[in-house]
C-alpha cells in the first residue's frame, strides 16, 4: 500500500545539522520504498522554493518557522535533538 507521507522539518539540507540529516535520509527511504514524500521546511536564501531530490518533493516556507510551533503543542513530540550530526565534521 502507497501511502503519501507529509514531512515536517524546522530546516533540511543543504542546511547541516544531525537532526536535519535524519529527516533526509528517513524521506528518501521512505520514498525509496513506494511512498509519496513531500517535505516542508522553512525557506532559505539561495535555495528554490520548491524542488524534487529523487522522488522527494520539497517545498520551503518563509512562514513555517511561525506555524510549527501551533501544529505541534506538545513540545515532546518534535525530533529536534539538540547535537551536532557527527558525519559533518568529517566532511
Known amino acids: 500500500m502507497t501511502l503519501r507521507i ?5 530546516h ?6 544531525g537532526a536535519h ?5 528517513l524521506s528518501q527511504q521512505l520514498a525509496q520504498r513506494g511512498h509519496e514524500v513531500t517535505v516542508v521546511t522553512s525557506w532559505q536564501p539561495g535555495v ?3 524542488e524534487v531530490d ?4 520539497i517545498y520551503r516556507l518563509k ?3 511561525t506555524l510549527v510551533p501551533a501544529m505541534v503543542r506538545d513540545r515532546h513530540q518534535r525530533h529536534h535533538p539538540p547535537y551536532p550530526d ?3 565534521a568529517w566532511q
Do not use: C, I, M, N
Open 63 to 65: 512562514e513555517l518557522r
Open 54 to 57: 529523487g522522488l522527494v518533493t
Open 21 to 25: 540529516r535524519q529527516s533526509y535520509l
Open 48 to 50: 528554490p522554493d520548491k
Open 12 to 17: 533540511f539540507p543543504p542546511f547541516l545539522g
Open 6 to 10: 507529509l514531512l515536517v522539518s524546522d
Open 86 to 88: 557527527p558525519a559533518v
